[in-house]
């Protein structure tokens, strides 16, 4: 188990959720007053989200104490996911609204 | 010719030697827990991904959530936040042998995971009383009461993906956060939470009434009792800081597969009035 005495304390997990709920807060605002066009919506959106991912992976997870190599195989999945996710599935399903398919 | 005597490291038996540190530098059950997150991960993925597709070839898709379900929802993050707090801080008093603390803590998280769970199954009762609902519902589940008209009725006759993906991305999380608070019982109190869950098993089984969409589902319930059963009473072992974290890590998932769900699902579908 990784040494916990000298590099995390408590404060800082109380900081972190702070933050979570501050940027939860931006959501419901940017989301309820309809600030952005949809597409743009969903791009900031799922920015916040994968912001307060990082936060919960890296503090309440523990990932930021872990070894490199745990670190760099996890943080690369999930950019490889969302990579496919934004360069193929979106412009996809973008392609079917114009083929005409309803 | 004493060196001919000596003999190289690794061939020593039955001393202690040195072993090779394991590949991820963490102890096996964190590992194990990882891989299962990872796995578990492609599973919300491949549904969020459906979802999102579905959102955006779907035009005009529909916007029915006002502001009492974006608040009940905002509340539902804010008891899930508030969750993995307490469940760090309950791993903090694993680490430093503190057990009625680590107890508290992790009653704390387990309150506010099955405040989560009450709010997100009031709110399903309210929109399919509203007339949100899938075919399968009504067939299999028996559920009697929903309007057949009106704009959640519409949606779900013109656009029953929005239900389909609705109802099948929160149900899955809802099941994972079930089973995560059964988890932290279970961590918490070892064998005397069997006897609670069977409680709200059975209060749950006779109180809901048979029109509702939990009537069935609430017998989840009993199967994660079955499997309380045969962990607690088959291996009967103090659970340690490890077993605390390795419980966080789960926790602290399924926290995380809601950061998704809430902006995609409930923000990109306000009614703005």
């Given at each position: 188990m990784h040494d916990t005495a000298t590099h995390d304390t408590k404060g800082q997990y109380f900081w972190v959720w702070a933050a979570l709920l501050v940027l939860t807060a931006i959501e419901v605002v940017l989301g309820y007053r309809q600030v952005f066009s949809p597409v743009r919506m969903l791009e900031v959106l799922l920015l916040l989200s994968v912001i307060k991912s990082a936060l919960i992976i890296g503090y309440f997870m523990h990932l930021k104490f872990e070894t490199a190599l745990m670190r760099w195989l996890l943080v690369l999945s999930v950019v490889t996911c969302f990579f496919i996710m934004y360069f193929f599935f979106f412009p996809d399903a973008e392609r079917i609204r114009h083929l005409g398919v309803q | 010719m004493a060196e001919a005597t000596i003999e190289h490291d690794a061939v020593q038996h039955a001393a202690p030697g040195a072993y090779e540190a394991p590949l991820f530098g963490a102890y096996s059950k964190k590992v194990g827990m990882w891989l299962f997150l990872a796995s578990d991960s492609l599973t919300f993925g491949a549904l969020l991904f459906a979802f999102s597709y579905n959102r955006i070839y779907?035009?005009?898709?529909?916007?029915?959530?006002h502001a009492e379900s974006i608040a009940n929802a905002t509340i539902m993050t804010a008891c899930l936040l508030s969750s993995s707090l307490t469940m760090v801080l309950a791993v903090f008093a694993a680490q430093r042998g503190d057990r009625p603390w680590m107890r508290n803590w992790l009653l704390a998280t387990m309150v506010f995971g099955t405040a989560f769970i009450v709010l997100h199954a009031m709110e399903w009762s309210k929109l399919i009383n509203e007339g949100l609902i899938l075919s399968g519902f009504q067939s299999?589940?028996?559920?009697?009461?929903?309007?057949?008209?009106?704009e959640l009725a519409d949606i779900s006759k013109n656009i029953p993906q929005f239900p389909q993906a609705f109802f099948g991305l929160t149900a899955m999380h809802m099941l994972h956060v079930t089973i995560g608070v059964i988890y932290l019982g279970v961590i918490a109190f070892?064998?005397?939470f069997l006897p609670a869950l069977a409680v709200i098993w059975i209060a749950g089984a006779f109180m809901?009434?048979?029109?509702?969409?939990f009537h069935y589902p609430v017998h989840a319930l009993g199967i994660g009792l079955l499997v309380a059963a045969v962990i607690v009473l088959l291996k009967p072992k103090d659970y340690d800081a490890h077993d605390v974290e390795v419980c966080g890590l789960y926790w602290h998932f399924v926290d995380l597969v809601w950061m998704f769900i809430f902006p995609l699902v409930y923000l990109m579908s306000t009614k703005v009035s």
């Open positions: - | 779907t035009n005009p898709w529909p916007t029915p959530f299999i589940l028996g559920v009697s009461q929903t309007a057949t008209s009106g070892r064998k005397w809901i009434p048979s029109g509702n969409v």
